[in-house]
């Protein structure tokens, strides 16, 4: 098992898709106990939020106007979504998400991505649906009938490169076990799982899921902490998840400190590569 440490989220985020694409699992015999491994159709396969990406140009004055706090992010409801939409300028639309955005960095190397994430049945539904096949990856989750709406976060940039986020999560918090399609854990030399669905009771028994077909298929479980606030509130949960679970663990310094409660980076550290057996 693997470990990969950073002090900033930036910095991860991009060896996360670097590492994605380029990432091949050491050839291994199967025990008698274990599934010998398939070739794989997919390099990597990430489950996560499916959030649009709704990116628009504004100046300070429109964020003071709407009270938002500049370079931030928050959860927000669909009508307040709504509300703030109608007000921003023109604004770009495309498929994001902390692991949509990983698989797409894969696609962009050349690698071969399948996606599992909840959409809904509507106008933004489709666009996550059409960007993300359009660039490459693999994605045929059901979009679902009958409840919220698409997840997307509204993005408003300034001119200096601070992005002011609002994000509402909507669809892609109704993410279950019935939407783990076999055939991509199995086919996958990685399974990359983000962190910020552990917060949600459902979408844990869909990891759990996961991880239990890519054992069974001697496949490699990489997991995101996400955000120190996620751990912060799954601190033990989380490490019994990657103590039994886990192979490759991404994890900024925040986070890292965060998950052992200590302010001794170095300690963190030890402490993670002892939870997650290095190989």
Do not use: W
Request: net charge negative; aromatic share 8%; hydrophobic share 45%.
């Amino acid at each position: 098992r693997a470990t990969c440490l950073f002090r900033d989220r930036r910095s991860l985020q991009r060896v996360e898709e670097k590492c994605a694409a380029v990432f091949r699992p050491r050839p291994a015999h199967a025990s008698s106990h274990e599934s010998p491994r398939m070739t794989a159709l997919y390099d990597v396969t990430a489950i996560g939020n499916a959030i649009v990406d709704v990116i628009a140009q504004c100046d300070d004055a429109f964020l003071a106007a709407e009270g938002l706090t500049k370079n931030s992010m928050q959860l927000v409801t669909q009508d307040y979504s709504g509300a703030l939409y109608s007000r921003m300028g023109q604004a770009l639309e495309t498929s994001g998400g902390s692991a949509g955005n990983t698989v797409a960095g894969v696609a962009s190397f050349g690698g071969r991505a399948a996606y599992i994430g909840k959409v809904a049945d509507d106008q933004l539904g489709d666009i996550f649906a059409h960007d993300i096949r359009a660039i490459g990856v693999h994605f045929d989750t059901p979009a679902l009938v009958g409840g919220p709406a698409s997840g997307r976060s509204l993005i408003n940039v300034t001119p200096d490169g601070a992005r002011t986020m609002c994000t509402f999560l909507g669809a892609a918090n109704v993410l279950t076990a019935d939407d783990i399609d076999p055939a991509l854990i199995e086919g996958a030399a990685v399974v990359y799982l983000e962190g910020y669905l552990f917060d949600l009771e459902e979408a844990r028994a869909a990891f759990a899921k996961a991880a239990g077909l890519a054992h069974a298929n001697s496949r490699t479980i990489a997991f995101t902490l996400s955000d120190s606030f996620v751990v912060e509130r799954h601190r033990g949960a989380l490490r019994g998840f990657i103590q039994a679970q886990v192979d490759l663990v991404f994890a900024n310094e925040a986070e890292l400190l965060a998950l052992y409660e200590t302010d001794d980076f170095d300690a963190a550290a030890a402490a993670l590569s002892k939870d997650t057996n290095l190989a």
